[in-house]
Structures are given as C-alpha cells and as structure tokens.
C-alpha cells in the first residue's frame, strides 16, 4: 500500500503504512440518519457490515425535526416506534399567519386518519433519532467505528477497497459494496466525481430551538411569510419548546457573528403576535441548496440520503428521505449477498428512488420558493391570492388526505418499476408497486415484521399444507405466507375472489395474482 496521500496543506494524511485492513461485506460510510438506518437494517436482514464516522459521537444538534409516517411504519417493523412516540411530540393545528392576521387555522392532529397508524406529524428530533438507531445497534453488539475518516476508494470487480484514518493511522477496509451516507459534502460522492447539480438559494437562513411564550397553544405548527422575512414555528418535545426556521434579515447577510438576539425582533415582527423568547438553545445561520445527483449507483458504490440529494427543509423530507433510500437498498443487498438474487437487483434501488429524489427536489424548490421569495410577483401572488384562498382550501376536508399522502411519503409508488407486476383480471383499488394497503379498522402491519417477502393470501379460506408448501418450494428464497379472511375492508379495495399478493420486505407490492402457480413466480423471479 503506498503513503501517498497528501491533505490540503500538501502534508502526508497518514504517519504510517496500513495498521489494519478489515473485510466486509458492506462498509457504511457515515454514521447519520441514513447510515445508521442501513446498518440496522442490515442488521435484520444478517449481513456482516462496518459503520465509519469521522466524528466521535452521534449529533446533539436537533438539525431535523419531523418523522414521517412511512419512517415510523419502518420503526414500527423494527419495534422502536413506541420510542420515537414517547419522546416526540405530536403536531395538534397548523395556523398561517400574514401581517399578525391569522389567514387559515385547521387542526391537523388526525390529518392521514385512515391513512396510515401514524396519522399525525410527529415532531422528534435527529439526534433523537440518532440516538435511538445507535441504542439499536449497540443492544445488539455492534460498533459504531467513530472517529474514522473515509479519505479514498478504489473499485475493483469484485467488491471495494476503501482507506480511512484513525487517530493518524490507515486502515484499509475490503468490502464488496459501499453505502455512502456522508452527507452533503460526500467525499465519496467526490472520489466517484459524481456531479451534484443544482443550486444554492439567495437568501441566508437560520433555525433557531428556543423556549418561548405567547398566547397561542404549544402544540401548533404556525407559519408566517412577510414581505421582507419568512419564519416557521414547529412545536419540540416539552413545554413550550419551539424551533424557528426563517429567513434572515438583509441587514445581516454579510455578518458572521449572529446571535438570536440580532434577529428576535424582527422574528417577532414577522409573526406579527405577541412572542417572548424565554432562552435559546441552539442556533445556527446557513445557505440552503437544492442538488442531486444523476445516478445514485457506481459499479459497487451506492450513494444514499444528504450524499445523493440536498432540498430546501419545506416539508421536512431530508433525513426521512434518507432513511428510506437506506430502507430500500438494504434487504435488495442482503438477497444479492446471500445469492439469493442476482446482482441486477441493486440497478432497482436507482430506478426507485432517482424518481422520488428528483420530484422531491422540485416540489420542495417549487414550495419553498413560493413562501420566501421577495420577487414583487411572487409577493403580490402570495398575498393577494394564495393567502385568501388558503383559509377555504385548507379548512376544506379533501385536500388533508392529499397532503398527508405526500408530506408523510406514505403514497409514493412503484408503480411501473421492474420489480412492481400485476396479472390480476380483479379491478382493484391498489396496484404493484403500492405500499400495503393500511385498515385503520384491521391494521395488518404487524403481520409484515420479518425481514423476508411475504405471501399475502386473500381468501374465503386458509390454503392447505400442501399448497404452502408447493408454494414455498417455487421461491427461491424463504416466503411468509400470511392468511387473510377476504371480507369486507379488502372488497371495498375492489377485492372479489381470492388473491395472492406478494409483499416485499420492505411492505412494498411485488406481484399481484388471481392464481398462483410455478411457472408464473418463475416469470416474476426472472426479475431478480
Ligand atoms: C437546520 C436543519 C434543519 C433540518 N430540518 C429537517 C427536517 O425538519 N426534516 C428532515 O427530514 N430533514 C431536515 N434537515 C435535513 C437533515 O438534517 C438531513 O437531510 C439529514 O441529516 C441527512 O442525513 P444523512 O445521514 O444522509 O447525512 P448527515 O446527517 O449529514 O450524516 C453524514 C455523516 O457522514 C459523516 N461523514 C462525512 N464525511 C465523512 C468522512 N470523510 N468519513 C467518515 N464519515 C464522514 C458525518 O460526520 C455525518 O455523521 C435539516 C437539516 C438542517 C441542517
């Protein structure tokens, strides 16, 4: 191995040769949101892996705030959403504010009722988060290789051979593929010379967890655009704790050492309603860009959450982003790695999420730009139009199932996608590609724990031993076969006679069938 890797500063990185080379199966590259979730569900799925992180601990900032529904649903299949619950707080009423005026007031505490377990926002932090995919791993003996810095990767056929520091050392790490989850500025993302196009926003921002005092409830999300300033109020966990995101005053654009303080006046001004700020507890300034990728594979490098696509924090999608990239690659490794699947497998992790990144990117640019821009248009748009429609559009029911669809990330599909099929003369209400259907009358989630694919069987009767085990023979792999009474929640989803519908691991729908027989799970398996 050749020392000869130089910093910025032209000095030699390391004082020796290689001290240690370790082998894998997959090697992590950071351990934020998106590679903690990789490395647990790694975990569940029996795959040997090695987490690195230059930092020495898990984040303490609260950075993001809200957990979507789809990512409790994910909890909830790793048992530890009764935890995320506990220490979160749920969002009880939305107010939007313009000029001190309150221009719509809706509650939003059962907003996706009937859409998913988790029918509500949930505020918890991502430390919190952090600390609880941590906790995880570390109940289950695994090491989080802290202060371990990935400096360079080579490719070669059959796997990766990536070098990192430690404490001046050099470790070489073998591995037969490599999940980056370093973030924003991903170094990895850098060796694959990857471009990350998009841009950077004009204004500066700042988020600010404060404890504060007003008249208003403290379970309620308030946001208030103004002419010259935007701000959000997102209720914390505890009483009375907020956390503020905004733009910042112009004034103070080119000056490098804000406080709070600076600023709380005109925080106030733009709310418009009386507001104390008890104390703050964190706060920060930064620039905000919308960028991605183009493809979010390279031979055997995967490229997941922050590394592969950065927005705007209008809908609080990023970390929950990342936790389902990482979610959606990692059982799609463990069926390769055990041969249970071939290696055409992984082109589906871009095929699926590419899709979402992209449209997240310009549904939150398109969003964001919409509540801060201080174009006199888009001003006069805002004001005059949207604000007085916005009191009948959001008190109105329909739109609430809408946008709980897409802010919880609980209606994305894959629809289409190769591994989404359907051969059913049924009209049905769910297609392939769908998530499981959810009853909020019959929850059948519970039912859909293990890390394998399930068989979902709908029908008057429970399928004989020699069926199951015909069927069980015909897959490659090992099947759940979940039974279901065909009754009244599936016919009113267009259900009419007996079904068959095959469940990923990660509760997306492979295949739906009216009969299920050798040759046709053969013709699916080709997918594989
Ligand atoms: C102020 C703020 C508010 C936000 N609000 C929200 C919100 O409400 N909702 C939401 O969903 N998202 C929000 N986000 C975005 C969210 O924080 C990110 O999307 C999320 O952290 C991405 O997770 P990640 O694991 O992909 O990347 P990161 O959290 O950035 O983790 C990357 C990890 O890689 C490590 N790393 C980097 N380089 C190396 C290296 N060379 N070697 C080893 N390790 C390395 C880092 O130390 C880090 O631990 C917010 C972000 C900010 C800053």
């Given at each position: 191995m050749m020392d000869n890797e130089i910093n910025l500063l032209g000095?030699?990185?390391?004082?020796?040769?290689?001290k240690e080379t370790l082998k894998t199966e997959v090697l992590i590259v950071g351990a934020g949101p998106t590679g903690l979730m990789a490395a647990n569900q790694l975990l569940r799925f029996g795959v040997d892996f090695i987490i690195i992180d230059?930092?020495?601990?898990?984040?303490?900032?609260?950075r993001a705030i809200t957990v979507t529904a789809r990512s409790l649903e994910i909890y909830q299949q790793m048992g530890i959403d009764s935890e995320a619950l506990s220490g979160g707080k749920r969002v009880a009423s939305f107010s939007l504010y313009s000029e001190g005026k309150r221009k719509a007031d809706v509650m939003i505490?059962?907003?996706g009722k009937g859409l998913s377990e988790f029918s509500y926002m949930l505020s918890f932090e991502q430390s919190k988060n952090e600390e609880l995919l941590v906790k995880q791993l570390t109940e289950a003996g695994k090491v989080i290789h802290w202060k371990h810095e990935f400096i360079s990767l080579k490719q070669m056929e059959d796997g990766v051979e990536s070098i990192a520091r430690h404490e001046n050392e050099k470790v070489c790490i073998l591995s037969r593929y490599l999940i980056a989850?370093?973030?924003?500025?991903?170094p990895v993302r850098t060796q694959l010379n990857f471009s990350f196009r998009g841009g950077t926003y004009r204004n500066k921002f700042f988020v600010a967890d404060v404890h504060l005092d007003w008249k208003?409830?403290?379970?309620k999300l308030i946001i208030a655009p103004g002419d010259e300033n935007f701000c959000a109020f997102l209720p914390m966990y505890g009483e009375r704790n907020y956390r503020i995101i905004g733009t910042l005053p112009?004034?103070?654009?080119?000056?490098?050492?804000?406080?709070f303080r600076d600023i709380d006046e005109a925080v106030v001004n733009t709310l418009g309603i009386g507001v104390t700020f008890e104390s703050v507890n964190w706060f920060s300034v930064y620039k905000l860009h919308h960028r991605g990728v183009e493809?979010?594979?390279?031979g055997n490098v995967f490229l997941a959450g922050d590394s592969a696509h950065i927005h705007s924090p209008a809908g609080g999608q990023g970390m929950n982003t990342g936790l389902q990239d990482a979610y959606n690659l990692c059982w799609k490794l463990a069926f390769v790695l055990r041969k249970q699947?071939?290696?055409?497998?992984?082109?589906t992790y871009n095929e699926e999420r590419l899709p979402f990144a992209k449209w997240l990117l310009s549904f939150t640019d398109r969003g964001f730009k919409m509540m801060t821009s201080d174009n006199w248009f888009i001003r006069f748009l805002r004001k005059n139009i949207l604000f007085n429609l916005a009191k009948g559009v959001i008190s109105a029911g329909w739109p609430q199932p809408l946008m709980f669809r897409i802010l919880s990330q609980t209606g994305y599909s894959h629809k289409g996608r190769s591994l989404s099929c359907s051969v059913s003369r049924q009209k049905l209400n769910?297609?392939?590609?769908?998530r499981l259907p959810y009853f909020?009358?019959?929850?059948?989630?519970?039912?859909?724990?293990?890390p394998s694919f399930h068989l979902l069987h709908i029908g008057e009767s429970a399928l004989s031993e020699n069926a199951c085990s015909k069927i069980n023979e015909s897959f490659p792999f090992p099947v759940c076969i979940v039974e279901n009474t065909l009754d009244r929640k599936w016919i009113e989803l267009g259900v009419k006679m007996e079904l068959f519908v095959l469940v990923r691991p990660d509760n997306y729908i492979g295949l739906i069938c009216d009969e299920l027989n050798n040759g046709l799970i053969q013709l699916y398996m080709k997918r594989f």
């Open positions: 000095l030699p990185y390391f004082t020796t040769t290689v230059h930092k020495s601990r898990p984040t303490r900032e609260s505490g059962e907003i989850c370093d973030g924003a500025s991903s208003e409830v403290y379970d112009k004034s103070y654009f080119d000056r490098e050492d804000i406080t493809n979010f594979r390279a699947a071939s290696p055409k497998l992984l082109d769910f297609r392939a590609g769908d909020e009358s019959d929850n059948i989630y519970p039912l859909f724990r293990n």
